[in-house]
């Protein structure tokens, strides 16, 4: 048994709250769907829905965060079994990272095989434009530069090895499935591809930070995903990411506009549709190894 106040949540508890799942429904979810600021209409998409408040979920953490609904949506999608988080947890409500990066311990031992992660996200990309929807190819881990990262602490080869590999953390074939199911729906106008830099917040980044960002290669910034990246690669599974542009990063001391939350939920309203269009064109054709009854 492994310390909680290292590793976060020993494999026993995991495998707690994930048998406690699975008691309450027959469904057994092959992807799992992470919806952020603004996304969760994704998890309406699902049919013959199972839901659980998070607070009823035993060691589940609590969404603080508006535009979060805090539920956890079993269902079909297209006759696909999935698993979907309508809200996730970030550090700047005060989590420790390993209880961020709970649910994708879950996810992998309720059998899911592929994570798909979205997030609203600051474009830093000058040719990026509020609206655009960028699949992530790389993160930058800024809190990671800090030592704040989910693996560190005592490691569980049950969930995977000590030293994870991170160069391939964003599945290529997957990014290529998204292009194409995106060319096919007629999105290509607005779809892009780019590096995903993650910071604490609450407060949105400065100029100077923005600026220093977008040198370091990074063409969008936000306060989520990458831990839970990290998490799912580490326990084996797949993983796609993609990023709504709500708004455009401040570069200009002389410009007047200013981030706010509001525009990222009323961007994330307005694209809503058509992610959940691309979402689900993907996932009816994600190929999986194993074929559950």
Known sequence: MFPKAAAGYSYEDCRATADWLLAQTSLRPLVGIVCGSGLGGLAE???DQVVFNYKDIPNFPHSTVNGHAGRLVFGTLKGKPCICMQGRFHL??????QKITLPMRIFKLL??????????????????KVGDIMIIKDHINMPGFAGNNPLAG???ERFGVRFPCMSDAYDRELQQLAQDVGAELGYSDFMREGVY?????????TIAECRMLHKLGADAVG???????IVARHCGMRVFAMSLITNQAVMDYDSEEKANHEEVLQTG???????ERLVSAMVTRIEHNTNYA
């Open 223 to 229: 306060m989520s995903t990458v831990h839970e990246v």
């Open 111 to 128: 059998g899911v095989e592929t994570v798909i992660l979205t997030n609203a996200a600051g474009g830093l990309n000058q040719d990026y």
């Open 92 to 97: 700047y409500e005060g989590y420790p990272v």
């Open 269 to 275: 309203e307005q694209r809503s549709k058509q992610l």
């Open 45 to 47: 998409a699902l049919k």
């Open 197 to 205: 830099c993650v910071l604490g917040g609450p407060s949105f980044e």
């Open 154 to 156: 005592p490691n569980d």
